[in-house]
């Protein structure tokens, strides 16, 4: 099954949090991927990792600052 297409803040997202875990073999945490992005609330970080996993992107295996992993190629 094809994963849901995402829209460009989204893949902005999963795109860094992919290029991470590839590199380090560790995803980044919520408070680097909030700086990352710019944004005011790790809430809003939270929301999109949920959607992320939703669309079929992320595996979240533990709501810890590291516990989801990229399921989709780029």
Do not use: C
Not at 16 to 36: A, C, G, H, M, W
Request: positive net charge.
């Amino acid at each position: 099954m094809k994963p849901i297409p995402l829209t460009p803040v989204q893949l902005h997202m999963y795109k860094e949090i992919y290029r991470r875990y590839n590199e380090n073999k560790i995803s980044p945490t919520v408070r680097e991927l909030q700086d990352f992005l710019n944004y005011n609330s790790t809430g809003s970080i939270w929301n999109m990792l949920r959607v992320l996993k939703f669309k079929g992107y992320l595996q979240i295996t533990d709501y810890k600052a590291r516990a989801y992993v990229p399921l989709v190629d780029l």
